[in-house]
């Protein structure tokens, strides 16, 4: 069974720092890339960054560019969002994602139903 796990949110200052955390379990995701969403209260989920399977390919919603950082750790199954300079319009919940079809393996998707594996989300709280 997969099973992915966000973890580091929390409430922060504008202008601080959050580094969120995601580990997946059930089986390796090595050769998939991986992608961070967020929904805002009262608003739909929205695109926030993805990664491709080595970590050599990295896109950015330009809301977030700049500003966060998505990376990855496929001996840990994990990947990481880290988040710099935030804003009070950085709060949502965070989301991280990963397609389980091969077919959408090979490009970096901003599209909520190429991701077929969801985390249950972490709070970002960011106060002005």
């Known amino acids: 069974q997969v099973q992915l796990v966000e973890s580091g949110g929390g409430l922060v200052q504008a202008g601080g720092s959050l580094r969120l955390s995601c580990a997946a379990s059930?089986?390796?995701?090595?050769?998939?890339?991986m992608g961070w969403f967020r929904q805002p209260p009262g608003k739909e989920r929205e695109f926030v960054a993805a990664?491709?399977?080595?970590?050599?390919?990295?896109y950015y919603a330009d809301s977030v560019k700049g500003r966060f950082t998505i990376s990855r750790d496929n001996a840990k199954n994990t990947v990481y969002l880290q988040m710099n300079m935030l804003k009070p319009e950085d709060t949502a919940v965070y989301y991280c994602?990963?397609?389980?079809?091969?077919?959408?393996?090979?490009?970096?998707?901003?599209?909520?139903?190429?991701?077929?594996?969801w985390g249950q989300g972490t709070q970002v709280t960011v106060s002005s």
């Open positions: 994602a990963v397609p389980g079809r091969e077919v959408n393996y090979m490009r970096l998707s901003a599209n909520l139903w190429d991701y077929d594996y």
């Open positions: 990664i491709s399977w080595n970590g050599g390919s990295t």
């Open positions: 059930g089986r390796t995701f090595a050769s998939a890339p």
